[in-house]
């Protein structure tokens, strides 16, 4: 079992910067692969990023490369989600995922969620 906590979220300006982070508890934080997914109002979840296990494999939807990072601690159970350069259309509920195995992209593929924590980008 893994619990995940994700904190961070706020309401920030066009062009601004945020951190996420998702606490994990539970056995194996460093065997799970992790994701970041987000949902926005009216739409559906959708894939972020990811990173493996190490921290050495990380993949990124085409929106956000350049602008976000994924990165993890893993003495301390954290995954992290840098956000640079925030756009308004980067607003939405996002959520942090663990999977064990190999790093994806479909959220199915995934076993635990965090409860969300809410990203709002204003212009």
């Known amino acids: 079992q893994l619990q995940l906590v994700e904190s961070g979220g706020g309401l920030v300006r066009s062009g601004d910067s945020l951190r996420l982070s998702c606490a994990a508890s539970?056995?194996?934080?460093?065997?799970?692969?992790m994701g970041w997914f987000r949902q926005a109002p009216g739409k559906e979840r959708e894939f972020v990023a990811a990173?493996?296990?190490?921290?050495?494999?990380?993949y990124y939807v085409d929106s956000v490369k350049g602008r976000f990072t994924i990165s993890r601690d893993n003495a301390k159970n954290t995954v992290y989600l840098q956000m640079n350069s925030l756009k308004p259309e980067d607003t939405a509920v996002y959520y942090c995922?663990?999977?064990?195995?190999?790093?994806?992209?479909?959220?199915?593929?995934?076993?635990?969620w965090g409860q969300g924590t809410q990203v709002t980008v204003s212009s």
């Open positions: 539970g056995q194996s934080f460093s065997s799970y692969a």
């Open positions: 995922a663990a999977r064990q195995g190999v790093m994806n992209i479909r959220d199915g593929l995934y076993n635990y």
């Open positions: 990173i493996d296990w190490s921290g050495g494999d990380t």
